[in-house]
């Protein structure tokens, strides 16, 4: 069954169609992100702020994330954290 998953700003992702949660800042990450930009298939939702987290989805698209990729894990899991609540 779908589910969606805010990943902030109002904006939600469907939770069967994500592949991994990471970081930005490694190497590899880096060039993922380039990549994508490269071949239009990236989504930035973080509203101008910096990128905190890369969601990578089944059919190859990268969403941009403002918030951290453990607040984003727990909401994929059911757990809403917060900032203020780690």
């Known amino acids: 069954m779908a589910g969606l998953m805010n990943i902030g ?3 939600v992702v469907n939770t069967d169609k994500i592949i991994t949660i990471i970081s930005p800042d490694s190497a590899p990450a880096k060039r993922m992100v380039q990549r994508a ?4 298939r990236i989504v930035d939702a973080t509203q101008g702020r910096r990128t905190k987290s890369v969601i990578l989805t089944e059919s190859s698209h990268i969403i941009l994330s403002a918030l951290q990729p453990d607040t984003l894990a727990g909401r994929f899991q059911g757990k809403d ?3 203020e609540g780690k």
């Open 81 to 83: 954290l917060t900032e």
């Open 9 to 11: 700003f109002g904006n």
């Open 37 to 40: 930009k490269e071949d239009d």
